[in-house]
Nanobody, 125 residues
């Protein structure tokens, strides 16, 4: 049974940085495509960044150039380095595992079957 646990959220001032971690247990991590999504109250979650099992990365336009997704297969962890944070980055951030790893990149939440519990990121002005 695959489980995802996020950590690293918190409160930071605009312009600051945070690094989120997603620790994966169960299954064969190196074979998984992974992603980060975020959600604000009363809105659907939105794609932030993804990393394929071959380390190909892709980003939403809103975070491109500021965020970096990476993975450590030896530790079964996915990271999200967030720099130059803005108040509009405030959200609950979720780590997710893509259901199928051979279908290419995807920014649709319906293509992901396992989710973590989320970690709150708050960026003050």
């Amino acid at each position: 049974q695959v489980q995802l646990v996020e950590s690293g959220g918190g409160l930071v001032q605009a312009g600051g940085s945070l690094r989120l971690s997603c620790t994966v247990s169960g299954g064969t991590f190196r074979n998984y495509d992974m992603a980060w999504f975020r959600q604000v109250p009363e809105k659907e979650n939105t794609f932030v960044a993804g990393i394929r099992w071959r380390d190909t990365t892709y980003y939403s336009d809103s975070v491109k150039g500021r965020y970096t997704i990476s993975r450590d297969n030896s530790k079964a962890i996915v990271y999200l380095q967030m720099n130059s944070l803005k108040p509009e980055d405030t959200a609950v951030y979720y780590c997710a595992k893509k259901t199928l790893s051979w279908t290419g990149t995807s920014d649709r939440s319906t293509d992901y079957d396992i989710w973590g519990q989320g970690t709150q990121v708050t960026v003050s002005p």
